[in-house]
């Protein structure tokens, strides 16, 4: 059967008593419009369909071609722990987001998408154009989007960043309104001596690539402004790392 | 008995989009690309995609930045390519490939957005043609053909933007 006249059989059927009873409701009283579903006692009951209750009420259910009916669903990506199944050191991400326009207030319902690299220094680029697979579970590995809180702070849960040749340590930072428009977009830097104990010491966590080959200051990203762009990361390899960083935004 | 195919079917998602899936789809993918284009485009100098594409290096990627958006309604559709029916008006052919692309847009009008998924079956035995009709059986049945087994079978229409992705023949070709 077609989807539509399946649609337009059991909406009408639904809007049939749906539409009917307020109805008879309103023409009897004005003022009166509670919903006849009594939650008083905190659970309520919808009648849905009586077919099948009877031999004269037993018309065989229609197919639903379709599949089952499409539900919003946020995307794998809205999330706080965005390590899928990378792994390194324990790293917790606090970044909170402030607007200039509000004298440096806190910014809520801001969207704050983040990136960074595995402990190996890759980014998770699957698919593009080409074939996927409907079951690849960790295809967005250490990328997320959190929603501001009312202190203007998103939190991720994740691994230390790694590093790859040219660049230092960093992570990406897309900032939204919640609308979706951009209201920056830009980058927070690590400082040195943190990093450099964790490429260092941590091969046993699988840092094996050694020291970065980029500091901050010969960074193309960050030489010019790596004041306001670095970050607080305190920890120790046993413990793992907490980095927190404001960021400002003209909203 | 002509081989192991596996059937692709292109499904393009636009503004005349009705079924709620559809409309998901498009309106989300959508948002996204409105959302992470604006990466490629800071000084929001292009307006279309294939401008982002043309001038931005990197901006391919959207493609992908995308996709992550539709891989939630991709996971309800139960490893079942949609609107492809058999001849009795079931959705019947599954998937677990598929590939995601993003045909056209315009990041001032949503009207212009327009995405394309193929959806790549699971591996069929395509037994015999009947006139527009492909004859097949789910899986792979040559040995079950070969040992003259009872196989239950299905029948699909030949359409619009169905085709076949791929072939292999009942037993490997001689050498020469």
């Known amino acids: 059967m077609e989807r539509k006249d399946f649609l337009k059989r059991s909406f009408s059927s639904l809007l049939g008593i749906a ?24 659970t309520s009951t919808s009648t849905g369909s009586t077919n099948g209750s009877s031999s004269s009420n037993c018309s065989v259910t229609p197919s639903e071609t379709e599949g089952p009916f499409p539900t919003k669903v946020p995307a794998n990506f ?26 440096c207030a806190a ?57 790859y040749s040219g660049r230092a340590p960093h992570i990406h930072v897309h900032i939204y309104n919640s609308a979706g428009k951009s209201l920056l977009v830009t980058q927070i830097a690590f400082p040195y001596d943190v990093t450099n104990t964790v490429y260092t010491t941590a091969q046993a966590y699988g ?10 200051e010969k960074d193309n990203v960050f030489s010019d402004s790596v004041a306001t762009e670095l970050a607080t990361v305190s920890g120790s390899i046993t ?10 935004v003209s909203a | 008995m002509k081989g192991l195919i596996r ?9 005349s989009a009705r079924k709620p899936w559809d409309k998901l789809v498009f309106d989300e993918t959508y948002q996204e690309l409105f959302m992470q284009a604006q990466l490629y485009n800071q ?14 290096p990197n901006a391919s990627q959207l493609h992908y930045l995308t996709s992550r958006v539709a891989m939630g309604y991709l996971k309800q559709l139960n490893q079942v390519i949609p609107d492809i029916a058999n001849a009795s008006g079931l959705l019947c052919l599954p998937f677990t490939q598929f590939k995601f692309e993003i045909l056209a847009s315009h990041l001032q009008h949503q009207e ?36 003259g087994t009872e196989i239950s079978t299905d029948l699909i229409a030949l359409q619009p933007y169905l085709t076949l992705s791929s072939f292999q023949p009942i037993s490997p070709a001689p050498l020469p």
Not at chain 1, 24 to 37: E, L, M, Y
Not at chain 1, 207 to 216: E, F
Not at chain 1, 241 to 248: D, E, G, Q, R, S
Request: glycine share 6%; aromatic share 10%; proline share 2%.
């Open chain 1, 19 to 42: 539409a009917i009873a307020p109805m008879i409701t309103a023409c009897g009283s004005d003022t009166d419009v509670s919903p006849t579903t009594s939650t008083d006692t905190g």
């Open chain 2, 112 to 147: 212009a957005h327009r995405i394309a998924i193929s959806f790549y079956s699971d591996p069929l035995t395509w037994i015999d043609t009947l006139n527009a009709n492909l004859v097949i059986a789910y899986g792979d049945q040559r040995a079950a053909w070969q040992a």
């Open chain 1, 207 to 216: 840092y094996t690539k050694g020291a970065q080959d980029t500091k901050n």
């Open chain 1, 78 to 103: 809205v999330r706080s722990d965005i390590r899928d199944d990378r792994t390194g050191l324990a790293f917790a991400i606090n970044i909170t987001i402030k607007n200039t326009n509000n004298s």
């Open chain 1, 107 to 163: 910014l809520a319902g801001a969207l704050v998408d983040i990136w960074h690299c595995d402990k190996d220094g890759n980014y998770s680029e699957y698919g593009g154009t080409n074939m996927q697979s409907i079951n690849y579970s960790s295809v967005d590995f250490l990328r997320g989007r959190q929603t501001t809180d009312a202190n203007g702070l998103v939190t991720f849960t994740s691994i230390f960043p790694g590093w």
């Open chain 2, 43 to 56: 000084e929001r100098r292009y307006q279309t995609f294939q401008e982002l594409l043309d001038n931005v």
């Open chain 1, 239 to 248: 413990t793992g790392y907490t980095l927190t960083h404001t960021i400002v």
């Open chain 2, 7 to 15: 059937l692709s079917y292109r499904k393009i998602i636009d503004a």
